[in-house]
């Protein structure tokens, strides 16, 4: 039997060890899933202090030398995820990781001015663990890179080890953080000066750690077909149109999915009833639950919407804090949740509504897997505008949770919410509600349409349904992973040995078997 596919997976958090956002979920979930399908996975991180505390067979590894920064000595510490037990290294760099800052910011919040240095280090220890040169550990055959932050480590394996290196892949999960720092960083980076690194790295006069995956990853996915469509245009590519252009050929777009055990109403801990799409009758109970912890006037048949998630100009959340009035005017018993952190002045504008709806609104600022439980639990109405969304999960635990999603139909939220019309009703196939523009009226007008579907509770059960019935689970989804990892090894082998015979090791795809991994799990 042929030895399973050894694959480093690089990035920087991982669920339940640290997380800010879906990277951390999907770091988590795929590389459970890729090791149901038969491979051999194992993850790298930065050393967090609070990722150390949770990992679990916590052990010594190798010392590393030749990671730059004013550190002191670097180590890769071994242990294993919570839950799924996934082997992970972190890269052990107190001065970097343990310093009492956030993942990215410092301890008040702000941006850590020393990113540049702290990720750069990550990509070295990737790296040196890719190519051999952190003891006996195993040389992967797959080097899978997520987001700016892992982005040097494909250009890095090139650079150094030419054709003889593990093949690449990069995941672009937001196109938009590109990680951008100033020249005068460069020589802090521990970088050769050789002239495709600093082509590769230069964008408009600073320095791009995203846009060298995208010139030397053997293959590039991102997390869902419409936004692997959308960041070839102006509008989305984020001033890297033109590079992802030369690249469309090894560009696939794969949906995300999601931990369907961890959110799921009939095991969640958090729930004061179970329920499924068997029996929903326990989803009445959590609102009334929900509803009377946070001072919400307990009433099942009010109309209880809900936003969960960041609070940033890209989930249009400023066009909600301005929206709100209007939004719970309209009716007087409409009830909303706002739970989610981010920008200052959206917080801020959200907190000075606190107290203007007694019994209607309710604020919570802040972030945890409890509250978002139980907040998906009681709503009946997802409202999940965004400017752009690579993929979203948030609309995907909602509709697990029977709770009907309002989107932007952009990016993944087009290819994973059906809207809701009279044919859609009538063929079942509806799963939430479109609007279409970025106006408050726009959002406005999409929640009236929601509401006023709410009312008719027999077409408002068959929405709730089909949401619960959909699969997003990541099955498919790994299985078009691993498709993408054969593709790419065949051309590695065939970079090193261009006469051999090499029938099994995986086709190169082409065109119409490209299109059937870009639509895989939609």
Same mark, same amino acid.
């Given at each position: 039997m042929a030895e399973p596919i050894r694959i480093l997976f690089a990035t920087s958090e991982v669920f339940p060890l640290a997380k800010t956002g879906g990277l951390a979920d999907v770091a988590a979930s795929l590389p459970a899933a890729l090791a149901r399908e038969g491979a051999d996975v194992h993850l790298i991180m930065p050393g967090y202090q609070e990722a150390l505390d949770k990992a679990e067979a916590l052990q010594d590894g190798p010392a590393l030398a030749n990671i730059p920064g004013d550190h002191g000595t670097a180590r890769l510490l071994r242990g294993r995820v919570p839950g799924s037990g996934l082997p992970v290294w972190f890269l052990d760099i107190p001065a970097f990781y343990r310093d009492?800052?956030?993942?990215?910011?410092?301890?008040?919040? #702000?941006?850590?001015?020393?990113?540049?240095?702290?990720?750069?280090a990550l990509c070295h220890a990737t790296t040196a663990l890719a190519l051999g040169r952190a003891g006996s550990v195993p040389i992967p055959?797959?080097?899978?890179?997520?987001?700016?932050?892992?982005?040097?480590?494909? =250009? $890095? =394996?090139?650079?150094?080890?030419?054709? !003889?290196?593990?093949a690449s892949l990069f995941t672009i999960h937001n196109m938009a953080f590109q990680g951008h720092c100033g020249w005068d960083w460069f020589p802090r980076?521990?970088?050769p000066g050789d002239p495709r690194v600093t082509q590769a790295m230069e964008f408009y006069g600073v320095v791009?750690?995203?846009?060298?995956?995208?010139?030397?990853?053997?293959?590039?996915?991102?997390?869902s077909p419409t936004y692997a469509r959308e960041i070839q245009t102006p509008e989305y590519g984020c001033? %890297?149109?033109?590079?992802?252009?030369?690249?469309?050929?090894?560009?696939?777009?794969?949906?995300n999915g999601i931990d369907t055990a961890f959110w799921d109403p009939a095991r969640s801990p958090w729930l004061r009833a179970a329920y499924s799409a068997h029996d929903i009758s326990g989803k009445r109970v959590c609102k009334e639950d929900v509803q009377q912890e946070l001072g919400l006037k307990v009433d099942p048949d009010a109309p209880l919407l809900a936003f969960i998630g960041r609070l940033t100009w890209q989930k249009m959340a400023d066009v909600l804090a301005r929206t709100l009035p209007a939004? %719970?005017?309209?009716?007087?018993?409409? &009830?909303?949740?706002? %739970?989610?952190?981010?920008? !200052?002045?959206?917080?801020?504008?959200? !907190?000075?509504l606190d107290g203007s709806f007694p019994g209607r609104l309710a604020i919570q600022i802040g972030y945890s897997e !409890?509250?978002?439980?139980?907040?998906?639990?009681?709503?009946?109405?997802?409202?999940? /505008? #965004?400017?752009?969304?690579?993929? /979203?999960?948030? &609309?995907?635990?909602? $509709?697990?949770?029977?709770?009907v999603p309002l989107v932007r139909p952009v990016g993944g939220l087009a290819d994973t919410v059906t809207d809701t019309t009279e044919a859609t009703?009538?063929? /079942?196939?509806a799963t939430g509600f479109y609007f279409r523009g970025l106006t408050d009226d726009a959002e406005l007008e999409g929640i009236d349409r929601a509401v006023g579907v709410f009312r008719h509770h027999i077409a408002w059960r068959r929405l709730q349904l089909a949401a619960m019935a959909a699969d997003f689970g990541w099955a498919r989804s790994a299985r078009a992973y691993m498709e993408i990892y054969a593709c790419v090894l065949r051309r590695r082998l065939q970079a090193l040995a261009p006469d051999a015979d090499l029938a099994g090791a995986g086709e190169v795809l082409q065109p119409a078997e490209k299109r059937s991994v870009l639509s895989a799990s939609v």
């Open positions: 009492g800052g956030g993942l990215y910011t410092n301890a008040d919040g #702000s941006e850590r001015p020393d990113n540049p240095v702290r990720f750069a055959d797959i080097v899978h890179t997520n987001d700016w932050h892992t982005g040097l480590v494909p =250009m $890095m =394996m090139e650079i150094e080890a030419g054709p !003889r290196r593990p980076l521990g970088l791009n750690f995203l846009k060298p995956a995208l010139c030397f990853a053997d293959a590039i996915t991102t997390v001033g %890297l149109e033109g590079v992802i252009a030369t690249r469309a050929d090894s560009l696939f777009g794969i949906l939004i %719970l005017d309209r009716e007087p018993d409409r &009830q909303c949740i706002v %739970l989610g952190e981010g920008d !200052r002045d959206i917080e801020d504008a959200l !907190r000075a !409890r509250a978002a439980h139980r907040a998906l639990a009681a709503a009946d109405i997802l409202v999940h /505008g #965004s400017r752009y969304e690579p993929c /979203g999960l948030t &609309q995907l635990y909602a $509709m697990r949770f029977g709770t009703i009538a063929d /079942g196939t």
